[in-house]
């Protein structure tokens, strides 16, 4: 999908400083001190417009949440959501999500949330997508002891993918649903692709996987 060029959208992030968190390596270890209350810390990597981070911030008001999305063009969008939303407990970042050792040390996360990653299919990209073992390293050294991953995708293979990758690195698998909207599954908070997906009769898969102490 191409993104629309907004060469504007920089200086509106930098015009919120109360929503998007700028030179986030100086809360490494401290981000309790970024929000109102410490308390629990989630995360979403490629977090979009923002409809799933602040639809989970308003239902869970005693949960710290950030979005961290790369492109500036689209989390604009997620930080007029914010902003409409006024909500004490949700921020956002502009970053690589792949950098997050920069950012978060050992236990600064107690969850991440993957949510319609890109599937990369061509085997050459296998180490780009964000269940790849390498990412999964990444992600075991900023999360809680046995701290989990949340995982979305309307994308079977990369679900098949991942569900493999997620069994090799030695991790639980305490949630697995090949139709989440056909289950008795509780609570879910849509994303914008998983709402244009669904609408249009795809599947949607979501797993819950666990890190297991070493």
């Not at 809360?27 to 995360?43: S, Y």
């Not at 991790?171 to 090949?178: G, I, K, Q, T």
Request: glycine residues 6%; hydrophobic residues 35%.
């Amino acid at each position: 999908m191409r993104l629309r060029n907004k060469p504007w959208a920089k200086d509106k992030l930098l015009q919120y400083p109360d929503y998007v968190i700028h030179e986030p390596e100086k809360f490494r270890g401290d981000w309790g001190a970024v929000f109102e209350k410490d308390q629990p810390l989630h995360i979403e990597i490629g977090t979009g417009k923002g409809q799933f981070i602040t639809g989970m911030a308003k239902a869970n008001p005693d949960i710290n949440y950030i979005g961290i999305e790369l492109q500036e063009s689209v989390i604009v969008s997620a930080l007029d959501r914010l902003i409409d939303a006024e909500l004490p407990n949700c921020k956002l970042m502009n970053v690589n999500g792949a950098e997050l050792s920069k950012y978060f040390e050992q236990g600064d996360v107690s969850r991440i949330y993957l949510n319609f990653s890109d599937p990369w299919p061509k085997t050459r990209h296998e180490k780009r997508r964000l269940t790849f073992k390498s990412f999964l390293e990444v992600y075991e050294s900023i999360l809680v002891k046995n701290g989990e991953i949340h995982f979305k995708t309307d994308n079977q293979g990369l679900f098949e993918y991942s569900l493999v990758s997620f069994s090799q690195y030695g991790m639980l698998l305490n949630f697995v649903s090949l139709d989440l909207h056909n289950s008795d599954f509780e609570g879910n908070i849509m994303t914008e692709y998983e709402e244009k997906f669904s609408s249009k009769g795809s599947r949607i898969y979501r797993c819950e996987v666990q890190f297991q102490c070493r």
